[in-house]
């Protein structure tokens, strides 16, 4: 729904100015678009430009195919008269804009017929956790045509959040608010005689949602997996987040590590929650760190998140093979070319590419011996 507000002034030919209640007739063509307005008056000193009527137009398209937009506004000053009839023009925001024309009927009626409305406004800002229930304003109104006079919410209702008693004017919250999700209403009250057909007149009443600390702090991911070459000198290697949807100094969080850090080897800054290592690490010592991380609200401690982040150690070819033992072997003279005499094994921390192992014979009186460079067979 897209409001539209319309604007007038108008004097007799005196210039003096007047006061002329509206009754809006709105008549719509078969259209995808479908325009609505409300019943309205305009007290005797309203200034030029007082906001008469709202109109809202809908579409039952999506997206901006749904978001409607136009004027209605008047050329000249307006003289007590007859009926008047007004032509709208509505469009989508489309690409291609689907349009719709309506007539708006305004009827001039006596001031005094409308009904006298007011309210009280018991509680202008209200905390999203105030209880259902919870009274807001009073709308009273006095007519002169018929009582009794009932009230209704006109606009402004969003998700029922509010509802007001038809015979008491009690305007009370019916539906939990929250401040995250809209942090104001403006709501239309409607005061309406039981005459046929019947006058309404409307008040505007604007409440706005005060924030409280209702939100926990949350993780953006429930583990986090981050990187670090062995050796590397301290340096930063990754960050985490967490979030709060509560507003101001109530959405401050502070980081900590609250287990897994051996030696002490990580620093998690509190405030942006950047992830340092404090030393060189060493692969072949520890490959994998677990670390537990907690974010916690600054002015409620109370309110936190957990998270992990594992940290793999990468491996760089820092170590050189050893041999499993010293070998010692005889062979017989007599033994033939070809004959296995001995198999050699070794082994090297390292991984990957950086644990393959040659051999070789680097000494011998003789080529009467051969090593395979692969499995170490000599």
């Not at 600390?213 to 930063?236: G, I, K, L, M």
Request: with cysteine.
């Amino acid at each position: 729904m897209a409001p539209f507000r319309f604007y007038t002034a108008w004097t007799e030919k005196s210039k003096q100015c007047t006061s002329l209640p509206l009754l809006l007739l709105i008549q719509v063509s078969q259209s995808k678009l479908t325009v609505f307005s409300y019943n309205t008056i305009v007290s005797e000193d309203s200034p030029a430009g007082t906001v008469f009527a709202m109109v809202t137009a809908s579409d039952i398209d999506e997206g901006v195919n749904g978001e409607l937009s136009g004027n209605v506004y008047t050329t000249g000053v307006l003289q007590w008269a007859e009926d008047l009839v007004l032509n709208v023009h509505v469009e989508d925001a489309g690409e291609t804009p689907k349009s719709d024309t309506s007539t708006i009927s305004i009827r001039f009626q006596n001031i005094a017929e409308f009904p006298q409305i007011s309210v009280e406004i018991l509680n202008g800002s209200i905390p999203e956790n105030v209880p259902v229930g919870t009274l807001v304003a009073v709308v009273s109104a006095a007519s002169t045509r018929a009582e009794p006079v009932s009230f209704y919410l006109a606009s402004g209702n969003l998700d029922n959040k509010f509802h007001v008693d038809q015979v008491s004017g009690a305007l009370t919250v019916d539906n939990p608010l929250d401040y995250e999700d809209k942090k104001g209403f403006a709501l239309l009250m409607e005061a309406r005689d039981s005459a046929s057909p019947p006058f309404s007149s409307f008040e505007e009443i604007h409440i706005s949602i005060s924030d409280i600390n209702d939100n926990y702090p949350q993780f953006t991911q429930a583990e986090y997996r981050c990187e670090v070459f062995e050796n590397h000198p301290p340096s930063w290697i990754c960050d985490v987040l967490a979030v709060d949807a509560d507003f101001d100094n109530m959405s401050l969080v502070l980081y900590n590590i609250i287990d897994g850090n051996v030696n002490n080897y990580f620093m998690l800054d509190h405030e942006n929650g950047l992830l340092s290592t404090t030393a060189a690490l060493d692969r072949e010592d520890i490959s994998t760190f677990n670390l537990t991380i907690e974010a916690a609200e600054l002015n409620n401690p109370s309110h936190r998140d957990r998270a992990t982040v594992i940290v793999s150690v990468l491996d760089r070819n820092d170590n050189a093979p050893r041999f499993s033992q010293i070998f010692s072997i005889e062979v017989p003279e007599d033994s033939p070319v070809g004959h296995s005499a001995i198999q050699i094994s070794s082994s090297d921390d390292d991984l990957g590419t950086n644990a393959v192992i040659n051999y070789f014979i680097i000494d011998q009186l003789s080529n009467q011996h051969h090593c395979d460079s692969e499995t170490g067979t000599n």
